[in-house]
């Protein structure tokens, strides 16, 4: 999916889509049960972490002894996060509230990585 997201196939209307859907869907979560902020700020890092993870991967050449180990690890790192995350999110009384916030930190972590790999894309206003 990461490798869609990058490349040239998805457009700049296919990732506002994605990242309005994914707002809504946080929102919609939201109406069940509301994620503190420690989490918000977790789940946003987690997804930058994702986007750093996958710069690194591809700046590594594919001679480097090392490269197989490091792309496995930061694929499998950022789920690893998630599933923690998930594991400290509080217990609530019906599982729809567990739910809503695991989709809700969900939700945010893909949003930590829609900024920065926007943002990171984005054209220049003004030449240097």
Known sequence: ?????????????????????????????????????????????????????????????????YANGFNALSRVIPIIALITLFGYLPEQHAQWTKFALGLQCFGFTAIGLFIVSVYENRAKRFKE
């Open 1 to 65: 999916m990461l490798e869609f997201w990058y490349s040239e196939r998805c457009t700049r209307q296919i990732k506002l889509m994605v990242i309005i859907a994914t707002c809504i869907l946080i929102y919609a979560a939201s109406t069940v049960a509301q994620l503190g902020s420690v989490f918000v700020g977790v789940s946003l890092a987690i997804g930058i972490a994702v986007h750093l993870l996958h710069h690194s991967r591809l700046k590594i050449s594919k001679s480097n002894p």
